[in-house]
């Protein structure tokens, strides 16, 4: 961005510079024509030149007039939002031929405006091609644009012949000035093309480095994907596997639990048997049903078509139905409207504590209590069965009831009951703490 703006200053600047020659060079031509008229000495000057000098008005009108049209163009395209390759090429060749208007207006006395044009089109033409060509025909003008070459094809006055009318101090000082513009012209036009090439330079050099760490990007971005496509799927199967356990878990304990209620009263009491069995189909078919929704990533069937509160009563009494268990519900929590994956997890964390109770513990009985107080929700499953010996193991229903619980904040407690009651009673307890978010804060 700084070598832009250089840039562009030092374009400015050789615009100015090139005005002050033209002028420089109208201006002496002008006044020396109307100095050899005032003082009667055009015979004198006639015969040094050897030709008529043209209208000592035509050099500074076409002059300028070309100039400032060479410089409305060229501060106008580099505005000028132009997308279309041939129409930039035009545009270029308009300044070219302007620049040629203007030596050959000036009498060819000065062709350093083809350096100012071609400092202009290098910098704003980036077609190879297209710039070799414009470089060639504006070094060709510059290099056999001056008076001496084309001396045979013009009908102008030498510049030196304008300057024979005066003394030699004046001679030399006019001699000195043009001197002066023209190698400052130069001067600017050579400062312009190495901060050019070196600003282009050190863009390539930057834009190689940014393509090194855009690829580098790229491959670290590569393996953050693939890797996060593997944690994906470790976590998807993990959550399948969860709700397949939960589900087939509780259904089949029920099926198992009344299947051998059935088979025990098969012969002392058919119809209840018949119940039973009746029971337990239904159970299988809400089984299947939940599996089919689980491998869907949908939520439990209970909770598609009701309220969590009911869901749960419907779990309870289906349970006490097939396992021939007694389940003492206690809800303290006030009204259970949550978020959908807090709604999912309580669900599956009390249909998980059930399942182990009878299946694990051979329990007769379950006593369940939720509680809560301001966002925090406790859940605390107790039952008679056979607990777990002295050291509880965490199996795979608890890692996931545990799983299920982090992923929400929540933590997961358990052990014997005799360990924590200090009654001597037997049995196995789970305590969960879940901080709930409610409906208006879930994702």
């Excluded at 978020?339 to 369940?368: C, F, K, P």
Aim: glycine share 8%; with cysteine.
């Amino acid at each position: 961005m700084d070598n832009e703006k250089t840039l562009s200053s030092l374009s400015r600047l050789m615009f100015a510079l090139n005005l002050a020659i033209i002028l420089f060079y109208s201006l002496a031509c002008l006044i020396t024509t109307l100095r050899v008229c005032g003082s009667f000495g055009a015979y004198d000057f006639l015969s040094s030149a050897g030709r008529i000098p043209p209208p000592p008005w035509r050099m500074p009108l076409w002059a300028l007039g070309q100039y400032l049209l060479l410089c409305a163009v060229s501060f106008g395209k580099n505005r000028w939002d132009i997308e279309r390759f041939q129409v930039r090429l035009l545009v270029c060749l308009v300044e070219i031929l302007l620049c040629a208007g203007v030596t050959a207006s000036l009498g060819f006395y000065y062709s350093g405006a083809a350096l100012l044009v071609l400092a202009d089109l290098v910098h704003y033409v980036r077609n190879g091609a297209a710039r070799a060509c414009f470089t060639a025909a504006l070094i060709l003008l510059f290099s056999f644009g001056r008076y001496e070459i084309l001396y045979p094809l013009t009908g102008g006055i030498a510049f030196s012949a304008y300057l024979d009318y005066y003394n030699q101090t004046v001679r030399s000082l006019f001699a000195g000035v043009e001197s002066l513009l023209v190698c400052l012209n130069v001067l600017l036009f050579v400062l312009f093309m190495i901060l050019l090439f070196t600003g282009q330079k050190a863009e390539n050099s930057r834009i190689r480095k940014l393509n090194k760490q855009l690829n580098q990007a790229n491959d670290r971005l590569r393996d953050y994907a693939f890797e996060l496509e593997r944690m994906t799927e470790v976590r998807e199967r993990n959550r399948l596997a969860r709700e397949i356990h939960d589900t087939l878990g509780h259904t089949l304990t029920g099926i198992i639990m009344g299947s051998d209620a059935g088979l025990a009263l098969f012969d002392a009491a058919p119809e209840e048997a018949k119940k039973r069995i009746q029971v337990v189909a239904q159970a299988a078919r809400d089984g299947l049903n939940d599996v089919r929704r689980s491998i869907k990533a949908l939520r439990p069937d209970a909770l598609e078509n009701t309220s969590l509160e009911e869901a749960l009563e419907a779990m309870i009494t289906n349970f006490k139905a097939t396992t021939s268990a007694e389940v003492l519900y206690d809800q303290q929590a006030g009204p259970l409207h949550f978020a959908q994956d807090e709604e999912d997890t309580l669900y599956r964390v009390l249909q998980e504590s059930m399942t182990n109770a009878v299946r694990h513990g051979h329990a007769t009985e379950i006593r369940i209590r939720l509680t809560r107080r301001e966002s925090l929700l406790t859940i605390d499953v107790r039952d008679n069965g056979l607990g777990s010996g002295e050291e509880p193991q965490e199996g795979f229903g608890l890692r996931h009831m545990r799983e299920r619980l982090e992923l929400l904040g929540g933590s997961l407690t358990f052990g014997n009951r005799e360990a924590l009651d200090g009654d001597g009673e037997r049995g196995f307890y789970i305590v969960v703490s879940l901080p709930i978010r409610g409906k208006e804060e879930e994702a």
